[in-house]
């Protein structure tokens, strides 16, 4: 079955940084969008930033200039790479794939709603 593995949370002081990984693994057929979201406790999800598998990208207003996502296509992978963090940074933050799969069966399926797991990240003194 297709996994995103994601890996790179932590507890951090405010102004200092952290590098996300995400790592998609399985049958899978075309990873087209990769992206973070965040849901902060009691908040709703939400987009962080996105990548194409052309390598554009699009960020929330809130982290713009904080942080940066990259990807590795045959890697399979997304990172967020986060600088001068702050605490309302503080959240469960999700690898997002738009993407084709086999599933054991044999069974093509397209979805843009694959997700992670999900890490933590804190800031805080």
């Known amino acids: 079955q297709v996994q995103l593995a994601e890996s790179g949370g932590g507890l951090v002081q405010p102004g200092g940084s952290l590098r996300l990984s995400c790592a998609a693994s399985?049958?899978?057929?075309?990873?087209?969008?990769m992206a973070w979201y965040r849901q902060a406790h009691g908040k709703q999800r939400e987009l962080v930033a996105r990548?194409?598998?052309?390598?554009?990208?699009n960020y929330a207003d809130s982290v713009k200039g904080r942080f940066t996502i990259s990807r590795d296509n045959a890697k399979r992978t997304v990172y967020l790479r986060m600088n001068n963090l702050r605490p309302e940074d503080t959240a469960v933050y999700y690898c997002?794939?738009?993407?084709?799969?086999?599933?054991?069966?044999?069974?093509?399926?397209?979805?843009?709603?694959?997700w992670g797991q999900g890490t933590q990240v804190t800031v805080s003194s």
């Open positions: 990548v194409t598998s052309g390598g554009n990208t």
């Open positions: 399985g049958k899978i057929l075309n990873l087209s969008d």
């Open positions: 997002n794939a738009d993407l084709t799969y086999l599933t054991p069966d044999g069974v093509m399926i397209a979805t843009k709603d694959y």
